[in-house]
């Protein structure tokens, strides 16, 4: 089944700069990755998604880019702000419409 | 409109006792899932459900869990003879379709406790 790896488990970075978040999946057959920001003792929302047909996908400050050669994602955050604070999650959808998600990242923006 | 509504939002219990949850999806919402998360984890697949087919139980950890789904709307996770190990946060999601590209909106979870 797929395999979704997810990295760095924790970032910090200073408001207004930029901040990444990569995945990797094991499934080439994977055709659906969606992003969720969960914020503390809250429910995860989905914030940006891409389908397999598209190499990159943006809106406004967030954007996701995916690499099906590699089998590799990534979140970009650009001039980030306090409240982007939270845990990100990325996700890979395998057969049966299951989706498999990574660890998380918590990200802390300090002011 | 209304989300999706989980309940109760908290529950603690003895080690050996058996839990319900519930999940009520959002109204139309063909597809079901339930997911568990662990303090400091990701969520884990459980269980999902897609109109009247089969429910994809793989995720399942043990025969200790079991799910229902009334049509399309409802669904009960049923949890036997809990374990320290199921404390955990369980999340319930809904989407329209259950399609490759459908959102899958969560509820607010329920947080079981075993002691």
């Known amino acids: 089944g797929e395999n979704v790896e997810q990295h760095p488990s924790t970032l910090s970075v200073q408001e207004g700069d930029s901040a990444v978040i990569k995945c990797t999946y094991s499934?080439?057959?994977?055709?659906?990755f969606p992003w969720y920001k969960q914020e503390l003792g809250k429910r995860p929302q989905l914030i940006i998604d891409?389908?397999?047909?598209?190499g990159e996908k943006k809106d406004q400050r967030i954007a996701v880019t995916l690499n099906k050669t590699a089998k590799h994602f990534s979140l970009h955050i650009t001039e980030t702000q306090p409240e982007d604070s939270a845990v990100y999650f990325c996700?890979?959808?395998?057969?049966?419409?299951?989706?498999?998600f990574g660890a998380g990242t918590i990200l802390r923006v300090k002011s | 409109g209304a989300g999706v509504s989980q309940s109760p939002s908290n529950k603690v219990t003895e080690k050996g006792k058996d839990v319900e949850l519930r999940c009520d999806p959002i109204?139309?919402?063909?597809?079901l899932y339930w997911y568990r998360q662990r303090l400091g984890q990701g969520l884990e697949f459980l269980i999902y459900?897609?109109?009247?087919?089969?429910?994809?139980k793989s995720g399942l950890p043990s025969d200790r869990f079991s799910a229902e789904r009334t049509g399309e709307s409802v669904s009960t996770l049923t949890i036997q003879r809990t374990q320290q190990e199921d404390s955990a946060v369980y999340l319930c999601?809904?989407?329209?379709?259950?399609?490759?590209?459908?959102?899958?909106?969560f509820g607010p979870g329920t947080r079981l406790t075993v002691l």
């Open positions: 999601a809904s989407s329209p379709r259950g399609g490759i590209a459908d959102t899958q909106y």
């Open positions: 499934d080439s057959a994977s055709n659906y």
């Open positions: 891409i389908r397999s047909n598209v």
């Open positions: 996700a890979a959808r395998e057969y049966g419409n299951k989706l498999v």
């Open positions: 109204s139309g919402h063909t597809a």
């Open positions: 459900f897609q109109g009247n087919s089969a429910p994809d």
